[in-house]
């Protein structure tokens, strides 16, 4: 009987409708990690499943052999059915700093390190924005609706907007 470790994954759907480009890697994790962690694939994409030994080592009649392990073919799938949805999920100009990668917990570890500081510099480009965003002309409608679609960009980066940070 098969273990429940070795039944295929779970479809993981289509890529997401908005693909990966240098400016919206918050927002794209945010689209793209539901599917595989409903596909229970968060392990392999995070390294923290990592692949189990290609060969067992097998005592048959006294003497030690190896033969190919089953559960390392299930994992290697797995993988690369990960690695195909995460290619097809990021733009060309993404695609080319990753395509020289074989599992997908290396390109997830290369798009992640790429693209952190990168994140943590439009926030900060945000929140100048937020405190030095003047009504001037703008109608107020304007105005507040301006102000909430870039604490919304910066709450999608997982950080907060204080009330204070709202006051113009």
Not at 122 to 145: E, F, I, P, S, W
Request: charge should be neutral.
């Amino acid at each position: 009987m098969a273990s429940s470790s070795n039944s295929a994954p779970s479809p993981l759907g289509p890529p997401v409708a908005e693909k990966l480009t240098r400016d919206n890697f918050v927002l794209w994790k945010a689209q793209f990690l539901p599917a595989i962690r409903g596909a229970q694939l968060m392990g392999i994409l995070d390294g923290s499943s990592p692949a189990p030994p290609k060969v067992l080592s097998v005592e048959k009649d006294g003497k030690a052999e190896e033969k190919p392990n089953p559960a390392y073919e299930v994992w290697v799938a797995r993988d690369q059915q990960l690695l195909g949805h995460l290619l097809n999920s990021i733009n060309k100009e993404v695609l080319a700093q990753v395509a020289t990668l074989t599992t997908s917990a290396e390109v997830w570890a290369t798009l992640e390190g790429s693209f952190t500081a990168h994140s943590r510099a439009r926030v900060t480009n945000l929140r100048l924005q937020l405190t030095n965003m003047k009504k001037g002309d703008m109608k107020m409608a304007d105005y507040l609706a301006k102000m909430k679609n870039i604490s919304d960009e910066i709450a999608s980066a997982g950080k907060t907007v204080d009330a204070d940070d709202m006051v113009g």
